[in-house]
């Protein structure tokens, strides 16, 4: 089994920033993986905001481009989602992701509220 535990998530102002952590943990983690980072606002299904993996690299959401950077660290167990210049449209529950040959498993998730 993997775990995933995520921090960071808060109330920002329009143009500012918040930096999201999600760390994964557990004896089934393994280091080829994918790790990223959806959003869920009620009345929307989640949404991809970004993704990373050794394979294919980064993926962001066309709305988030330019503004938001994911990474991770060496061993391939925490994902960070740096966002800024943030917009009201940035709210929501942001989940952590995580998944390899085996297993896709998520975060309980961390609320962001973007205030115009």
């Known amino acids: 089994q993997v775990q995933l535990e995520e921090s960071g998530g808060g109330l920002a102002q329009a143009g500012g920033s918040l930096r999201l952590s999600c760390s994964s943990s557990g004896r089934s983690a393994v280091s080829i993986n994918v790790m990223g980072w959806y959003r869920q606002v009620p009345g929307k299904q989640r949404e991809l905001v970004a993704t990373i993996s050794d394979g294919a690299g980064v993926n962001y959401s066309d709305s988030v481009k330019g503004r938001f950077t994911i990474s991770r660290d060496r061993l391939r167990k925490t994902v960070f989602l740096s966002m800024n210049s943030l917009e009201p449209e940035d709210t929501g529950v942001y989940y952590c992701?995580?998944?390899?040959?085996?297993?896709?498993?998520w975060g309980q998730g961390t609320q962001v509220t973007v205030s115009s």
């Open positions: 992701y995580y998944k390899d040959r085996r297993i896709e498993t």
